[in-house]
């Protein structure tokens, strides 16, 4: 996974012109440059793009052009390794955390959903595409749960590799995606099948150079959309009668 500034530098060096850090971070999730699911990425890449100027001054990778608009330093100077990498190190390590605990925070709350409901779930202990393993009526099922946050643009937007997503292609596999709130959480629950027919249908689009699927779930209305409005998907909302 990339760090938030090595995904600035790349969408910088491919758009050759200064961006505002909204755009950088809209054009990093997009591109699949970045993988996060704190609720303001935005917020946390204007943050590492500033301090990395602020502290690295003349060897930063970044200059300001504008206001919140930044750009690849074109006069950078290589220093040796510092106190400083170390900060920033110790920074990137603890985005990664507290994305971990978001995603682990996700297969509890599926995992005592499924055994309020009569299923035998667990959790398993190692990860191998699978989440939870959850067996009812002599049924065997496989989940994979993906749990996020809402960002700025008011979307909850998740990442499935690809080489897992085929891997585990079957009839008995299903696919949860947790969108978390303070005042709530909503299970989004596909059969394998199903999230197979919206990457057929562009609902869901792959990304980083085809090695994973980006999935964009959005509330209007009263209604869930994939992606966009041609895609809505509320009958997979909170419909735990689908796993079987």
């Given at each position: 996974?990339n760090t938030?500034?090595?995904?600035?530098?790349a969408?910088?060096?491919?758009?050759?012109?200064?961006?505002?850090?909204?755009?950088?971070?809209?054009?990093?999730?997009?591109?699949?440059?970045?993988?996060?699911?704190?609720?303001?990425?935005?917020?946390?890449?204007n943050?590492?793009?500033?301090?990395?100027?602020?502290?690295?001054?003349?060897?930063?990778?970044?200059?300001?052009?504008?206001?919140?608009?930044?750009?690849?330093?074109p006069?950078?100077?290589?220093?040796?390794?510092?106190?400083?990498?170390?900060?920033?190190?110790?920074?990137?390590?603890?985005?990664?955390?507290?994305?971990?605990?978001?995603?682990?925070?996700?297969?509890?709350?599926?995992?005592?959903?499924?055994?309020f409901?009569?299923?035998?779930?667990?959790?398993?202990?190692?990860?191998?595409?699978?989440?939870?393993?959850?067996?009812?009526?002599?049924?065997?099922?496989?989940?994979?749960?993906?749990?996020?946050?809402?960002?700025?643009y008011?979307?909850?937007?998740?990442?499935v590799?690809k080489?897992?997503?085929?891997?585990h292609?079957?009839?008995?596999?299903?696919?949860?995606?947790?969108s978390?709130?303070?005042?709530?959480?909503?299970?989004?629950?596909?059969?394998?099948?199903?999230?197979?027919?919206?990457?057929?249908e562009k609902?869901?689009?792959?990304?980083?150079?085809?090695t994973?699927?980006?999935?964009?779930i959005?509330?209007?209305?009263?209604?869930?959309y994939?992606?966009?409005?041609?895609?809505?998907?509320?009958?997979?909302?909170?419909?735990?009668?689908?796993?079987?």
């Amino acid at each position: 996974m990339n760090t938030f500034k090595q995904a600035a530098i790349a969408v910088l060096k491919k758009a050759k012109k200064p961006l505002h850090y909204k755009e950088i971070t809209r054009l990093a999730l997009e591109d699949g440059l970045l993988e996060t699911q704190g609720a303001t990425p935005e917020a946390t890449m204007n943050a590492r793009i500033t301090h990395d100027i602020k502290h690295r001054k003349e060897s930063s990778d970044f200059i300001k052009a504008a206001p919140s608009t930044f750009d690849i330093n074109p006069n950078r100077v290589d220093i040796p390794a510092s106190k400083l990498i170390v900060e920033e190190d110790l920074e990137e390590e603890k985005i990664v955390i507290e994305s971990s605990m978001t995603g682990k925070a996700g297969e509890f709350l599926v995992c005592s959903e499924l055994l309020f409901r009569g299923y035998n779930a667990s959790i398993m202990s190692v990860d191998t595409g699978l989440d939870i393993v959850a067996t009812r009526d002599n049924k065997l099922f496989g989940i994979q749960i993906k749990t996020s946050n809402l960002n700025q643009y008011d979307t909850y937007v998740s990442t499935v590799r690809k080489v897992s997503f085929e891997k585990h292609g079957s009839n008995n596999v299903y696919y949860i995606f947790v969108s978390h709130t303070a005042k709530e959480n909503n299970f989004l629950i596909f059969p394998f099948y199903e999230l197979e027919k919206k990457v057929h249908e562009k609902a869901i689009l792959e990304v980083n150079q085809k090695t994973a699927y980006r999935v964009n779930i959005k509330f209007r209305d009263n209604t869930v959309y994939l992606g966009n409005k041609d895609h809505d998907v509320s009958y997979f909302l909170n419909n735990w009668g689908i796993i079987k």
